[in-house]
Nanobody, 121 residues
């Protein structure tokens, strides 16, 4: 069984910072891409930031220069440092991990439980 546990959401004023973290645990053989998605009320879930095992990154245009994704391959963790937050960043943030469980031949996508980020104006 695999679990993704997120932490770090909360309420912050415009211009503030938050750091989200996600830890994957369980019978994991290998992790490939790790990332963060978000979903605001009434909107579709969107990809915010992704990172490959070798460190290649991709960002949503609206967060470039403000958000930074990082990962610790030894600890199976991924983090998202969010600076200069804006009210439009308000959403539930989900970590997303593609991994292969021990004894399995294929890769599956797993989601964290979601953490609320609220940016007040």
């Amino acid at each position: 069984q695999v679990q993704l546990v997120e932490s770090g959401g909360g309420l912050v004023q415009t211009g503030g910072s938050l750091r989200l973290s996600c830890a994957a645990s369980g019978n994991i053989d290998r992790i490939t891409d790790m990332g963060w998605y978000r979903q605001a009320p009434g909107k579709q879930r969107e990809s915010v930031a992704t990172m490959s095992p070798t460190g290649s990154t991709g960002y949503l245009d609206s967060v470039k220069g403000r958000f930074t994704i990082s990962r610790d391959n030894a600890k199976n963790t991924v983090s998202l440092q969010m600076n200069s937050l804006k009210p439009e960043d308000t959403a539930v943030y989900y970590c997303n991990v593609k991994l292969r469980r021990s004894g399995s031949w294929w890769f599956d996508t797993y989601w964290g439980q979601g953490t609320q980020v609220t940016v007040s104006s």
